[in-house]
Structures are given as C-alpha cells and as structure tokens.
C-alpha cells in the first residue's frame, strides 16, 4: 500500500519568507509525527498528533513553527520568517496508533535557506 | 528523560565481517526500544523493535539485537555484511504510551570490499 507522502522534496527559500510543508500519512493511522534532521543535532522530535487529542508542541523550538492536520488525515507544519538556522530535511511519521507502535517515515523534505 | 548514546559515529567493516553497531538507552520506564536504516537521500526504514517481548529480537536483512536490561543496551548484530548494508543506523527509544522517539546520533556503516 502506499506510504507516508511528503511535499516537496526539495525546497529553497530566502530567509525571512514564510514556508509550508506537506504530509500525508498512511491511511487509518491515528498517529502523526514531525522530526527534524539536521547535521549539527541529529534527528529531533517537533510534534505530535494523536487523534482528536491536543498536539504535542513540546518539540517545537520557536513560535516561528507551528503545525495542523485536517480531519485526522493531512497536515502541514509552517516556518513563518525562515532563518537559515532552519534549513534541514523535515521528516513526517504515521504510526497506527501512539506508543510503541512501529512509525512509518516518509522520504522528507529538505529545506535550504539562503 | 529518555535518552540514547551510539558508540561510534562511523563503522567500518570488509564484506562478510561481523557487523556490530552499539546503542545504550537510558529510561525510567520499560523502554520500546528501534533500529532504524536510512539510505543515502531517503526517510527512515525500520529494521526492528523490541517491545518487552523476546529479548533477542531478529529483523529485516539478517540484523538482530538483544535487548540486555542489566546493560542498558540494544545492539544491533549482522554475522556477515553485504555491500548493500552501507547507510546510516539510528537506535531510538519510546517510553510506553504516547510518546514520540527519541534518537541516537546515527552510525554510518561502510563495507569494504
């Protein structure tokens, strides 16, 4: 079946602009998770969803980031007035369900910021 | 706080050696415990799990690891590497309930032919 989708692949911005990133997890799957991997600190943890629970933002390392997810399905997490410290590839999850359960991860989308 | 150390950042090992990657966890609850392998420009791809089941658990493409809780370790064991197996491993833990994963710094493995 298909897997967590991600969008773009790419993207490059100039610091300042306001950018939005996709992702679709795999379908029926409750739990949705970002992560950020960049070369300087590995492989973080932004936030969480899990249902029609609150998200858990605690990842999240400024006001600048925030994210949603429509209907239990989609979301997006937005960088308003991108800084070049945030360039990094932004990886979506999808679990059936929250802890413990295996977390599917798309390919990613890397963004630079000049 | 959960928290996950990987000895090594960059392992290398000929075709058909012992692959050994090495991954200690700190947790204050029966962890869950997850290798992951990425390849070069793509996302994560789960390789195995331990949750509180077998504590030798077997995997995808030949890996294995044993869940040791005296040692606090998790590591991941291949008898013989394949060419194929170069890429990045990450060791990661979750506490059980609804949390997300926490990660190790990754190991690159090369396999010299």
């Known amino acids: 079946g298909a897997g967590v989708s991600q969008s773009p692949s790419n993207k490059v911005t100039e610091k300042g602009k306001d950018v939005e990133l996709r992702c679709d997890p795999i379908?029926?799957?409750?739990?949705l998770y970002w992560y950020r991997q960049s070369l300087g600190q590995g492989l973080e943890f932004l936030i969480y969803?899990?249902?029609?629970?609150?998200?858990?933002k605690s990842g999240l390392p400024s006001d600048r980031f925030s994210a949603e997810r429509t209907g239990g399905s989609v979301s997006t997490l937005t960088i308003q007035r991108t800084q070049q410290e945030d360039s990094a590839v932004y990886l979506c999850?999808?679990?059936?369900?929250?802890?413990?359960?295996?977390?599917?991860f798309g390919p990613g989308t890397r963004l630079t910021v000049l | 706080a959960q928290s996950v150390t990987q000895l090594g950042s960059h392992v290398s090992v000929s075709e058909g050696a012992l692959v050994l990657l090495r991954c200690n966890y700190s947790?204050?609850?029966?962890?869950?415990l997850f290798w992951y392998v990425q390849y070069p420009n793509q996302g994560l791809q789960l390789l195995l799990k331990?949750?509180?089941?077998?504590?030798l658990v077997k995997g995808i493409n030949g890996f294995e690891a044993e869940f040791k809780k005296s040692e606090t370790s998790f590591h991941l064991t291949k008898p013989s590497a394949h060419m194929s197996d170069a890429a990045e491993y990450f060791c990661a833990v979750s506490e059980a309930g609804n949390t997300p994963l926490v990660f190790g710094k990754g190991t690159r493995l090369s396999v010299i032919a």
């Open positions: 379908s029926g799957h409750t739990a």
């Open positions: 999850a999808s679990s059936l369900d929250g802890g413990g359960d295996t977390q599917y």
């Open positions: 947790s204050s609850v029966p962890p869950y």
């Open positions: 331990y949750t509180s089941a077998a504590t």
């Open positions: 969803f899990q249902g029609n629970s609150a998200p858990d």
